[in-house]
């Protein structure tokens, strides 16, 4: 049986908005599961039911085999760590990390212990005495994160914990969020808007669309397998090119280029969708593009164009290749490296 | 160069301002130090005369009243502990009326408190014969108790509590319930001590309104036992002197516990940043 088990949750708010759809997730000890999808789309509701902060409206909850719906969040023995990381302002460091044990009526030498301990492994023991306003964002981080490790809970849950920090800060952090889970490993749940955290960070990803979660899987496996449009177009940096077309017969036809032979039985009118980095440049391509705009990024460029009445279509090209605004270039995409949408229903077809 | 004439004027303005406000203390501590002879032949005095031990010892330890039952250090320990009484009750009462406003969420909140607010329109000048009925009824007139109580609920600190508890962010009161803190250990662990600068100036702020209460404490005390020293500044007989040493005495307690509690407040504020 798994760790943490979600059955037909559904989130109805007393002013009548519906955050979450009837969620089944299952998530098993010692696992990273990152929640990811565009603001406002449930992940914090969803995650929130977990921590006890908000009723169920309809479903189950189980926790270690432990039915928690009714179970209040003081009891539930999870730890969160916020997004402005909720730090007490008027104790220390030491009282922040120790408070969650001095409410359990641990005896102080052990809650000293832990909470070196803690500190030592976020690197924050030289501040215990501080308070949390004369600390710096990622440190301030460090100390929340020390707040929900030095509890030992059942579950850590994360919403947005990153989004505060400057860019460089963050992507020290996210690292730091990993390792310290790997070497913790307490089953986490981590909400986040930002794809490319998701990534990097989940084991298992639920990316959620409305309230409903459209795609549950390894990173890889949702980059690879998208199962709709809006998991394909979320998923991946940049964004995957989409393109209008017409399937029939298995043979799709877009605004200028042929594909055959694709493996469907769909016939109507389709998204056809194309990832930047999945296009090589060869003679008589598919594709012509006409270079708007190129991004160098160093290790590879991003170039923006048109194809046709198409605007802003995006080919990632090798970083040692010079490439001018208005030249044409001619594109092939990779072998199967494409995918293919029902228009009205945004469900993969190939 | 203008600008110094506009501070210069502006300090001019305040300077006029202290003199108008410091000069008539002055003279009645100044007459206060002579003897009632002098201020009776040639009036107010502007400087110290010698009968300063002489007039105000007279004052702390004469008897007074009809019965001659009070002296002044009595009034003085009366004043103290009602205005100490009403200042620790109603700090008290309004931090969990606000605390009740705030965080448990009944429909009702917002209505129970504009009912608490209201309660400002009505002074207790205006009701103050049903609390003296209750006050007798409950054989609570002539005590301490009886002094303190009646006063000792504020809208006004309520108020005040209630507008900073809104500004705490809902995040602390999770993460504090996460951490095992049940609904009493917020208020205690957080809750107060986040308000200690409020907390503070609502003690000096009550202090000073139950310090300088008259009419209540006039209504519900008929024993000489209870005055307060506000009451002793009417009921005052004797020489003018005696009368002046009496007002400055009476002068010191307020200012005592602002200087004294004003240090907090101002180390408070500046901690917290
Ligand atoms: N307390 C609330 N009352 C009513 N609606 C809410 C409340 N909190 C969130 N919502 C709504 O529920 C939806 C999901 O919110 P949320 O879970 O915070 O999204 P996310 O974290 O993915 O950005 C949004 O439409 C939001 O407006
Ligand atoms: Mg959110």
């Known amino acids: 049986m798994s760790f943490l088990d979600l059955k037909n949750v559904t989130k109805i708010y007393p002013n009548g908005t519906k955050a979450v759809h009837e969620t089944s997730l299952s998530i098993s000890e010692g696992e990273f599961m990152v929640f990811v999808g565009p603001s406002g789309c449930g992940k914090s509701t969803l995650l929130r039911m977990v921590a006890g902060l908000e009723d169920i409206t309809e479903g189950d909850i189980n926790l270690d085999g432990q039915l928690i719906n009714e179970v209040d969040p003081s009891e539930r023995d999870v730890a969160m760590v916020f997004q402005n990381y909720a730090l007490y302002p008027h104790m220390n460091v030491y009282n922040n990390l120790a408070y969650g044990l001095k409410n359990r009526g641990i005896d102080k030498e052990t809650i000293e212990q832990k909470v070196n301990d803690a500190a030592k492994l976020l690197q924050i023991s030289d501040f215990l005495q501080r308070k949390p306003s004369m600390l710096s964002g990622g440190q301030r981080q460090r100390v929340a994160m020390g707040r929900a490790i030095v509890r030992n809970p059942k579950i850590f849950l994360f919403d947005e914990p990153l989004s505060n920090l400057d860019a460089k800060l963050r992507i020290q952090m996210r690292l730091e969020i990993k390792k310290l889970q790997q070497k913790v490993g307490v089953t986490s749940i981590f909400v986040t808007h930002d794809q490319v955290e998701a990534m990097t960070l989940a084991d298992r990803l639920a990316v959620i669309n409305n309230g409903i979660i459209e795609q549950l899987g390894t990173p890889i496996e949702i980059y690879n397998n998208p199962e709709s449009l809006f998991v394909a177009g979320f998923i991946g940096s940049p964004q995957m090119n989409f393109l209008d077309a017409n399937l029939n017969n298995k043979t799709l036809s877009a605004e200028n280029f042929e594909i055959k032979n694709i493996d469907s039985d769909y016939n109507g009118e389709v998204t056809l969708g194309i990832r930047p980095e999945h296009l090589i440049e060869s003679e008589n391509g598919l594709i012509n593009l006409k270079v708007e705009l190129v991004e160098q990024l160093g290790s590879d460029n991003l170039v923006y164009g048109q194809i046709k009445n198409i605007k802003d279509f995006c080919y990632r090209s090798p970083g040692n290749q010079i490439i001018k605004k208005g030249d044409t270039l001619s594109l092939n995409i990779e072998e199967n490296k494409y995918y293919i949408f029902d228009k009205s229903t945004g469900k993969r077809v190939n | ?273």
């Open chain 2, 1 to 273: 160069m203008t600008r110094l004439i506009t501070s210069g004027f502006s300090h001019f303005i305040l300077f006029i301002g202290i003199l108008i406000m410091i000069v008539p203390v002055w003279m009645i501590f100044a007459s206060s130090t002579h003897s009632g002879l002098t201020i009776n032949t040639q009036g107010l005095q502007m400087f110290l005369g010698d009968s300063f031990y002489e007039n105000y010892l007279r004052v702390l330890l004469y008897e007074g009243g009809f019965f001659k039952e009070i002296t002044a250090l009595k009034m003085f320990l009366n004043s103290f502990i009602m205005a100490t009484g009403v200042a620790i009750l109603s700090v008290i009462t309004s931090l969990m009326a606000a605390y009740a406003l705030v965080y448990y969420r009944t429909k009702y909140a917002t209505l129970l408190f504009w009912i608490i607010f209201v309660t400002i329109l009505v002074p207790l000048e205006l009701r103050i014969f049903p609390t003296y009925s209750v006050m007798a009824e409950l054989n609570l007139v002539n005590s301490y108790f009886g002094l303190i109580v009646p006063i000792s609920a504020s809208a006004i600190a309520t108020l005040f509590f209630r507008q900073f508890y809104k500004t705490v962010p809902d995040e602390l009161l999770e993460s504090a319930k996460l951490d095992g803190a049940n609904t009493w250990r917020f208020f205690v662990d957080f809750l107060v001590p986040l308000s200690k600068t409020m907390i503070v100036a609502m003690l000096i702020f009550m202090f000073v309104f139950g310090y300088n209460q008259y009419l209540w404490p006039l209504l519900v005390t008929s024993s000489e036992q209870y005055w307060t020293v506000v009451m002793g500044l009417k009921m005052m007989s004797g020489s003018i002197v005696h009368r002046f040493a009496f007002v400055m005495m009476s002068m010191v307690p307020p200012i005592l516990i602002i200087i004294v509690l004003q240090k907090h407040f101002i180390k408070g504020v500046f901690q917290d940043k």
